[in-house]
């Protein structure tokens, strides 16, 4: 009984050492999908739209678009990062770029504007994400919207992708918008596209604008564009 028991100890121990053996050599030769990094390499500008004296659009409840923007900025920035991108923070707080000690409001907005273009434009960004909240006199307008500049032909692509994503992630059914005016899209001269979160006009969406659970989908909607845009551009 021994010398039978001792033979089918060695036998497993052989079946689980040839099984650890070639898992192992699997598992050093595969390539593990957790481990990839679909961003590796690529720069990314993220613009927090207003910020410091600027507001930008306020909710009736009082929340501003400034907040909104830059929380989303932040998971957007997490994201990309952990994908192996080198993100480029436009703004990383509550402020503006105009220079320190700058009077009045129309001043300071138009050098704000300069500044964070010229930031894209003259960085090593490859790609520009300038995130805004909408607001209009109607209050039953809801949903995120994606708008372009079309002197770049991938800015399209990268739009389209943005907005399919926050079709497939909440369920908004918007076209992109051609806009050859944006400021900052057309003075950054690099592919871009400029993304309205939702409408602070409306009390629901600015109600959920602020909720983290949704801000984390809005960076999510986002993130899957940007991975899908270079997906397309790598294909050509």
Known sequence: MRTARFGMTVVFFLIGAIGL???????????????????????????????????????????????????????LRDMLTQAGAHVVMIRDDDRDLAPEGMKGYSRRKSQDLKERATIVREGDAGLLISLHCNAVTDDTATGAMTLYNGEHEESKVLATEVQEAFRETLGVYRKVIRRDDIFVLKRADKPG??????????????AQLREDSHQELLALSVYKGIVSYYAHVKQR
Do not use: C, R
């Not at 739209?49 to 907040?67: F, L, Q, W």
């Not at 596209?193 to 600015?206: D, K, Q, R, T, W």
């Open 21 to 75: 053996y070639m898992g192992l050599g699997q598992y050093l030769t595969q390539p593990i999908l957790s481990w990839t990094l679909p961003l590796k390499g690529e720069v990314i500008a993220i613009d927090a739209g207003h910020g410091g004296v600027d507001p930008g659009a306020v909710a009736a409840d009082g929340s501003v678009e400034k907040d909104v923007t830059l929380k989303v900025a932040w998971k």
């Open 193 to 206: 596209a400029l993304v309205e979160l939702g409408f602070m006009s409306n009390p629901g969406e600015a």
